[in-house]
């Protein structure tokens, strides 16, 4: 056994490897299209609603604070960060105009998911981790019941539908941490900041923030409950779990995020000139 | 051959399952007869779970075939398994009851999934039934978390039997109880096969709950059938592998072996 263990090359090992990713790849995406079929499925299925609105509760309604807490944070430090720079060229009253893009468009959208991967996420992927390791997850299957349409359907639902609403609560916090920071405090004044804001700030602007929202809810339903779903036994599994599922729902955050900015751009430029702010 | 079969429910043709390199089962051919209690023995690690997990199709087998009714089900999707899987109750080692919700409703579970009963009285009156079933009637509101070991054991029976299936799985039911705990749960076996006629598969390592509950007892040692009879024969099989088994003693070659590495290790601290 040890001879043939030595045996094995760097070769034999990197194959292995190549044949685990793929095979991983190919579970991936075989469980999302699952869940995307049995979510369109549950959407149809009036017997599915009650745990859509179980998981509402779980994931949307019970972020709303931290959500809000993160947005209103956002705010404010882009208003200390960037009020030297903008008073020393003169133009502090542009400030509005800084803060409120960059809240709706990139960190408001951004920070918020990022909360949610961290606060939903982890629950999803500790509580399917928990479930799969108790063999619950089976005892669903054994009882003839689809566990990717009972326990991956609602969840992907609610988090698909609920992540744009909450990324307008922390759009709506940085917008009004950074006006407290800038006019009460600051003193700049609070009509040119306004006008400003709301010349700079379209709804274009508002609406592609928002959209994102779909995709991030999207992607960390999809990572969470696959990490869940497939974690090792034992306690250490679902940390683990927690933690691959967390970092990876971050990582496809920033992704979907820079693909989306480079669409969305183009076709922003495609119909509309570029506005120069300044 | 078709009125012979006709007595048999469930059907294992040259059932090989493979992890990797390693046979958990190889080449068991069995059939389990309608009405009767049929008890699969064999040590830690023998495939046992995995034989019965092939039987409600939880896992493929790498080989072979599984029949119910007669009908291949091995080969069938999920979706067109979950109709051949309300027609058995597993019943998991550990009980796998839905922590997040209460007793009553891990029972009404396969019930709410399955029938278009929404009546909530007629809801609460089969779970009270079979509650009262298992003995435990009142624990209605109770989280499985504060159960006992036995209490989650006959809880999950009870989620088990809700759609009154033909046959019951039983994964190593007595394990992890105390000797009269088992014996409830053996008398549970008993019951439901006296009073509903299931048929029951139970797969176990417990001799002594072995015997009570069995019509037949089939024995598995490496994945291969070693034994197979009613509880006398088994007694008196003339394998030492079985005689082993039953009187709880390890292989010559198990205590060598650990003789070997306990002298290893005096030797090695003499140096």
Partial sequence: MAENQQKVTMIELFGAGVIRSVTNCG???RFQTDSLFASAAACVSPKTYSLIWNQMLAIGVLSVPVVMITGAFVGMVLAIQAYDQLAGLGIEEHLGVLINLSVVKELGPVLAAVMLAGRVGGALTAELGTMNVTEQIMAVRSMGTDPIRYL???????????????????????????YLISVPYLDINSRAYWNFSASGVELWDITIGIAKGFFFGAAIAGVS??????????????GQACTEGFVGSFIIILAIDFVLVVVFKAIYASVWPVKLLL | MNSENNNYLITLKNLTKRFGKLAVLDDVSLSFEKGKTTVIIGPSGC??????????????????????????????????????????????QSGALFDSMTVEENILFPVMQHTKIRDRAKLQEIAKAKLAMVGLDGFQEYYPAKLSGGQKKRVALARAI?????????????????PIRSD?????????????????IVVT???????????????????????????????????????????????????????????????????
Wanted: net charge neutral.
């Fill in chain 1, 27 to 29: 579970r991936f995406a």
């Fill in chain 1, 152 to 178: 991956v359907a609602p969840r992907l639902i609610a988090c698909l539908l609920l992540t744009p609403v909450l990324i307008i609560y922390a759009d709506f916090l940085g917008i009004i941490g950074g």
């Fill in chain 1, 225 to 238: 409950c696959y990490k869940g779903f497939h974690c090792r036994e034992g306690a250490q599994g679902v």
């Fill in chain 2, 47 to 92: 495939g046992k779970t995995v034989l019965i997990k092939h039987i409600i199709v939880l896992l493929r087998p790498s080989e072979g075939e599984v029949y119910f009714h007669n009908e291949r089900i091995d080969n069938l999707h999920e979706k067109q398994l979950a109709k051949v899987r309300t027609q058995m109750g597993f019943l998991f």
């Fill in chain 2, 162 to 178: 809700a759609l009154e299936p033909e046959v019951i799985l039983y994964d190593e039911p007595t394990t992890g109880l105390d």
């Fill in chain 2, 184 to 200: 409830v749960i053996n008398e549970l076996i008993i019951k439901l096969k006296k009073d509903l006629g299931i048929t029951s």
């Fill in chain 2, 205 to 271: 390592h417990d001799m002594k709950s072995a015997t009570k509950i069995a019509d037949r007892i089939i024995m598995l040692h490496k994945g291969r059938i070693e034994a197979d009879g009613d509880a006398e024969s088994i007694q008196n099989s003339p394998s030492q592998v079985v005689q082993r088994f039953i009187k709880g003693e390890i292989s010559e070659g198990d205590i060598q072996s650990m003789q070997v590495s306990f002298e290893d290790i005096k030797t090695n601290g003499k140096k």
